[in-house]
């Protein structure tokens, strides 16, 4: 599964990146296939760990904010590994093509 989510910190002001920085590093360290842009951060692999990984992200920013807001959208699709780089590449093939 690709699971793409934003996790933000309320209640701390209008700079939050370093409280996002918190999430990130718990994603990055899970050793998942991961991508953050300016408004999600993506991540692929098995539902469970997925999840874990998501959970201890929200966490991670809930232990420095009084209150956090969350989204998360998941793509579901069995049998299909390196969605996170594969639907992107095809993407561009056919923006190549014209």
């Not at 590093?25 to 991508?35: I, Y």
């Not at 408004?39 to 920013?61: H, S």
């Not at 998941?74 to 093509?97: C, F, M, N, Q, Y």
Request: proline share 3%; no cysteine; charged share 30%.
């Amino acid at each position: 599964m690709i699971v793409a989510f934003s996790v933000t910190p309320l209640g701390v002001g209008e700079e939050v990146g370093e409280y996002v920085a918190d999430a990130v590093r718990v994603v990055r360290a899970s050793g998942l296939a991961n991508r953050t842009d300016a408004m999600f951060t993506t991540l692929e692999g098995e539902w469970d760990e997925v999840m874990d990984v998501v959970k201890r992200a929200v966490e991670a920013v809930e232990a420095r904010s009084p209150r956090v807001s969350f989204i998360l959208k998941a793509d579901i699709r069995p049998g299909v590994t390196d969605g996170i780089t594969s639907k992107v590449e095809t993407v561009e093939r056919h923006l190549a093509e014209g």
